[in-house]
């Protein structure tokens, strides 16, 4: 008889394929980093949209002041004159992951400025996320998927949405935290082991650091679990992986400052705790039964369910006390937005004013998953064949993925790893039926002669029964018979696999046509997201491009306002905008606004809202309450800019009006409709927002078209008694007025006025000083 020689060839096979692995993640880790660099090739190293400029201001601070300031920071530069406390309102990852970075980067002698790391903290995480998809799919389905779900991630355009050079946001980190956080559940699941569970909760409390994003960890974890325990599938691993990331993770979670005790308060947590009840309970009942006889087991279960409904029942009432308090129950108002799609809309008008926070179109699918909504449906199905904890936990991700996208267009970031890890099974089982299919008609007969005695029709189904009965006959032996009946029988539970293999054999030409459609789609999608990389997500909002006939226009209105503003204004000036404009504001002028994008207060949000709502004199009395020395306004008439304050003026009128009532809606539209030309109501025609817009636009080309609106202004021809202009960008894309003195309005008035006396006009002027400008 010959030696075993089989290991050997084996092992080499192993080591190759994890080598090859090895290198293959390399690249996907380039490939990710490098597609996201469009933005600093085709414009320059710039920080994006807004919310990234306050995070880059405060890890500005962070790096300047120490760890132990950035927690105590209370900053008077923004919501005057309320100020905010920095370290206690805000998710601290991104900053301390990027000022870390900093920190090592200029350890190692590598001189680099805070704004460069702050631009390529976004790139370096996505090689991270994945990589950490490879893990969680490498978990789920096997190593050919994890490699196939990693380079699909690392492309997939709505990630690259959030995740370009210069997009310096939470989700940069954060989508890395929650797919990491995921595989180590997944891996617990799987091993048991109580070193992962660990490791689960440090990463979970990462998670909670970063994005508020967490509580969709903190729920679809309980939901998964209560999955397994109603299907039959408890086990001990199962209790591992749950019990201590609920227990350490929440502990941890209470340490960030954002969070605090909201951690155990609010509703959003509340599903964890009573999952974390129903599985002990389980786990006794576990217990109990293999300690005890059938019929004791009956009699105890009886009591430990009594007891289990009895304490669940406590839990519940002492919940619903708590929260009965609440107006929303102890939910908060984005977490009710989506559980109830119209909840934002009909009672907080500034959370439905975002444009990220509206529903997606079906188009927007196609841009962002793009074919990847096509292989979805062929994952799920894989991930039933056979159904395992991981592949029961992946199929709840995607489908709860699904849904949350379908209300929040945001939130189509947390659906692309869930879809590129569905597609990137589908796309290893369908290659792997595919080439085994072409192997087999190819190679079949030389390699495996001893199966292959015949045609694949010779190989039929009571071939395999036999097989399989010699091979139930091996496991109903004792283990000591002699090792060349179990050589023997090993072989021929060889046999029965290779047979199995041989019935799931397709034709050569359909398979060799099927492997060149799924190529012919990789490379579309290869493309598209190269497309969208480089023309859709790339331009930073701060700096505008458009092309016409006589080439490319760049629009830098944006950084010559700002500018403007830190140099020819003083340090303690404050400047009032709509809440969009204030953390660059903040962050690039240097001084002090009303309101930003944080929208805490949404009281302050309303009393902006109304001064440009209001007419030219109400809207002066309330900004000189406020002390506001300036007034900024984008305005995209000129150049067809969308995006500018005009379309956004009914948010500004219903959130105003939702605190003031005089503040009504219908006053500013003509038969329900928005309009600006010579239909427009007097209200709308006479309110501070169109004033400081289409101040002398009808200079422009003389009849005051406005390219956004493709209509002509309805009032051209006015004055301004309030405010005077001091600055319009270039492209008149941002406009900036300064509230006039009360001396010179004074003056203004009094030349006009003839028949009144001064001490009337006087004293009648001191007496509306003292009426309140918000009635």
Same mark, same amino acid.
């Given at each position: ?65 120490g760890v132990y300031d950035f927690w105590n920071w209370f900053d008077d530069r923004t919501w005057y004159p309320l100020g905010r406390v ?283 998953? +793009? =074919?990847?909504?096509?292989? *979805?449906?062929?994952? @799920?199905?894989?991930?039933? #064949?056979? /159904?395992?904890?991981?592949? %029961? ?95 023997? +029988? =090993?072989?021929?539970?060889? *046999?029965?696999?290779? @047979?199995?293999?041989?019935? #799931?054999? /397709?034709?050569?030409?359909? %398979? ?264």
């Amino acid at each position: 008889m010959a030696a075993p020689e089989t290991p050997q060839p084996t092992t080499l096979r192993y080591a190759f394929g994890n080598a090859l692995s090895f290198f293959v993640l390399l690249l996907i880790g380039v490939l990710a980093f490098s597609i996201r660099l469009f933005s600093v090739i085709k414009y320059e190293s710039v920080i994006h949209e807004f919310d990234p400029y306050f995070n880059y201001r405060v890890t500005q601070y962070l790096i300047k002041s120490g760890v132990y300031d950035f927690w105590n920071w209370f900053d008077d530069r923004t919501w005057y004159p309320l100020g905010r406390v920095i370290g206690g309102t805000v998710y601290p990852g991104l900053t301390l992951t990027a000022g870390t970075l900093w920190r090592i980067f200029n350890s190692l002698n590598i001189p680099l400025s805070v704004e460069t790391v702050c631009v390529f903290t976004a790139p370096i995480f996505s090689a991270f996320a994945s990589w950490a998809t490879y893990l969680l799919t490498k978990e789920v389905k096997g190593a050919g998927a994890g490699l196939t779900a990693a380079a699909l991630l690392a492309m997939v355009p709505s990630y690259i949405s959030r995740s370009v050079a210069g997009s310096y946001d939470n989700e940069a980190v954060a989508i890395f935290a929650l797919i990491f956080t995921f595989y180590l559940y997944i891996k617990t699941l799987n091993t048991g082991s109580l070193f992962y569970a660990t490791l689960n909760a440090i990463a979970y409390f990462y998670m909670v650091c970063s994005w508020g994003g967490y509580t969709f960890i903190i729920n679809l974890i309980p939901m998964h679990v209560l999955l397994c325990i109603v299907t039959g599938r408890y086990s001990s691993r199962l209790y591992i992986a749950y019990a201590p990331l609920v227990v350490l993770g929440t502990l941890l979670a209470a340490l960030v400052p954002v969070v605090g005790f909201n951690a155990v308060m609010t509703s959003e947590h509340f599903a964890s705790f009573l999952v974390f009840i129903i599985i002990h309970v389980v786990a006794l009942v576990y217990y109990i039964k293999g300690i005890l006889t059938p019929q004791m087991f009956k009699v105890a279960v009886t009591l430990v369910i009594s007891v289990g409904l009895i304490v669940c029942a406590a839990v519940l009432a002492v919940l619903i006390a708590l929260v009965a308090s609440s107006p929303t129950k102890g939910w908060s108002g984005r977490s009710l937005s989506l559980l109830d799609p119209t909840y934002a809309s009909k009672y907080i008008p500034i959370i439905a004013s975002v444009s990220e926070h509206q529903p997606p179109t079906w188009p927007s699918y196609f841009m962002d998953i +793009n =074919v990847l909504a096509f292989l *979805v449906p062929a994952g @799920i199905i894989a991930c039933f #064949l056979p /159904l395992s904890d991981a592949s %029961s936990f992946a199929v709840l991700y995607i489908v709860t993925s699904v849904y949350f996208s379908g209300v929040m267009v945001r939130l189509m970031l947390v659906l692309a790893p869930a879809a590129c890890i569905m597609s990137g099974i589908a796309l290893s089982e369908a290659f792997d039926v595919f080439t085994r299919s072409v192997k087999f008609q190819l190679f079949g007969a030389t390699q495996d002669p001893q199966v292959n005695a015949g045609d694949t029709s010779n190989v039929t189904q009571n071939d395999v029964v036999k097989a399989e009965k010699s091979e139930d006959s091996l496991k109903e032996r004792s283990s000591r018979k002699s090792k060349k009946k179990e050589k023997e +029988n =090993v072989q021929t539970a060889s *046999v029965v696999s290779r @047979i199995e293999k041989r019935l #799931l054999v /397709l034709p050569l030409e359909a %398979s060799l046509i099927a492997i060149f459609l799924l190529v012919l789609l990789g490379a579309f999608y290869v493309v598209h997201c190269v497309w969208a990389a480089a023309e859709a997500y790339s331009a930073p909002s701060i700096v505008l491009t458009s092309r016409s006939h006589d080439g490319l226009h760049v629009f830098d209105d944006f950084r010559e306002a700002y500018a403007w503003l830190r140099h020819n204004t003083d340090v303690d000036d404050k400047v009032a905008s709509w809440w969009d404009y204030g953390y660059q504001t903040t962050a690039m002028a240097n001084r002090t606004v009303i309101v930003d994008n944080n929208t805490w207060n949404n009281t302050h949000i309303a009393t902006v809202g109304t001064a440009m709502s209001s007419p030219e004199k109400a809207a002066w009395e309330i900004f000189n309450s406020l002390d506001v020395k300036y007034v900024l306004v984008v305005f995209g008439g000129l150049v067809g800019y969308p995006s500018d304050d005009i379309n956004k003026f009914l948010w500004m009128v219903r959130i105003g009006g939702g605190v003031f009532p005089h503040i009504k809606e219908p006053d500013y539209l003509r038969d329900g409709q928005y309009r600006i030309d010579s239909q427009a109501t007097p209200t709308m025609l006479n309110c501070l927002m169109y004033k400081l817009s289409y101040y002398r636009f009808v200079e422009t080309d003389g009849r005051g078209f406005d390219r956004v609106r493709h209509t002509e202004i309805g009032k051209k021809y006015f004055k301004l008694t309030h405010f005077e202009e001091v600055f319009t960008t270039h492209h008149w894309m941002v406009r900036i007025y300064k509230l006039k003195s009360p001396r010179n309005r004074i003056r203004g008035k009094t030349k006009k006025s003839k028949s009144k006396a001064t001490s009337t006009s006087s004293s009648k002027r001191s007496g509306a000083r003292k009426k309140n400008p918000w009635h």
